[in-house]
């Protein structure tokens, strides 16, 4: 079993380490006795979570922007596939199967969703992690639903034009299908009221449970195989059971008024995408984000802030680190 060192130990070591160096170290999937770790503790998982968190929202705005919107795109497009697998075939489970395509592109890349955000960023803040503010957090909310709908709503547009053969023509069987789909789940909400609202806002609460379970447990291995799986299953679940997710809405919506659906803006607005947001923000950081935080947050590795020469901060690293890797600090 390795030995292992305390926080103190890791900053006397760095002092004396190039800056680089250290950061490459500290960044570095682990390894002992050059054997790489895939599986990571509930434990470490939490310290995974908040360090993703901060990094989005100490982001600059161009790249969370940029990263919003890519997420956004990639998200509709994947959206779009399901929805003509599930028509040319006539298979809504096959549809569901292969959605998760974009999901998956979209994280390995790095590419950020609202959902995903609304479930990490707040843990940033509630760890007291330095530079994070509650305003900071709003702030990347806003920045990535801003470049979500840009990117889902450009797809929304260029996918139009693919189904109208450039407006010139009736939308095709997959463009109204997804009209179809606009219509119900606005329309259809509003015929029952209140208990349409709360159905809808559960729905997404739902959702995004499944969907930022899916991005925490990808965080759970360095194996690509074993976050690809991780992330497959519980999207392929949501997609299915019908449950609302606000990103794939900001492109089904909009791609539905495009093509002449007989539902109207504020029907969008009032009667799914409001509603579908914070049933995902509840979903995702009630369920996913605050309980694992909660039972595994006492006992994640604490950590220490280590300075680079010009005095500024690195990202804290965990204090609980093998000897092998600390002789390298």
């Known amino acids: 079993m390795s030995s292992v060192v305390t926080g103190t130990d890791i900053a006397r070591n760095t002092a004396t380490r190039p800056a680089k160096r250290r950061a490459a170290i500290l960044e570095a999937p682990l390894e002992i006795h050059g054997v790489a770790m895939s599986y990571v503790k509930p434990a470490d998982l939490v310290t995974r979570m908040i360090d993703a968190g901060e990094s989005k929202i100490l982001m600059s705005t161009r790249d969370t922007i940029i990263r919003a919107f890519m997420g956004g795109a990639i998200l509709a497009l994947g959206a779009a596939f399901a929805v003509t697998v599930s028509t040319n075939t006539g298979q809504p489970l096959l549809g569901a199967l292969l959605f998760p395509a974009g999901f998956v592109l979209l994280y390995l890349l790095g590419f950020d969703l609202l959902t995903g955000v609304f479930t990490l960023a707040p843990l940033a803040w509630l760890d007291k992690r330095p530079g994070v503010s509650g305003g900071g957090v709003l702030r990347n909310w806003g ?3 801003l470049g979500n709908f840009l990117g889902a709503f450009t ?5 139009a034009i693919v189904f109208t053969y450039g407006f010139a023509a009736e939308p095709n069987a997959i463009g109204q299908a997804i009209g179809e789909i606009g219509h119900g789940r606005t329309v259809g909400y509003a015929e029952y009221g209140a208990s349409g609202m709360l159905t809808l806002f559960v729905r997404g609460v739902l959702c995004n449970w499944m969907v930022s379970t899916g991005v925490v447990a990808a965080m759970l291995s360095d194996s690509v195989a074993s976050k690809v799986i991780a992330m497959w299953l519980p999207i392929m679940l949501f997609f299915y059971m019908g449950f ?9 919506f909009p791609s539905g008024l495009l093509l002449g659906a007989d539902f109207t803006l504020v029907d969008y607005l009032v009667w799914n995408e409001i509603p579908t947001v914070v049933g995902n923000l509840v979903g995702g950081l009630s369920f ?3 309980t694992i935080y909660a039972t595994h947050g006492r006992t994640a590795p604490k950590r220490v802030a280590l300075v680079k020469p010009n ?3 690195f990202a804290a690293a965990p204090t609980r680190v093998p000897a092998e890797l600390a002789d390298q600090l």
Do not use: W
Not at 155 to 159: G, I
Not at 244 to 252: D, G
């Open 311 to 313: 005095g500024k901060r």
């Open 288 to 290: 996913v984000g605050l």
């Open 143 to 145: 920045l990535v639903f």
């Open 244 to 252: 609302e997710h606000s990103i794939v809405n900001m492109f089904l």
């Open 155 to 159: 797809v929304a547009v260029l996918m």
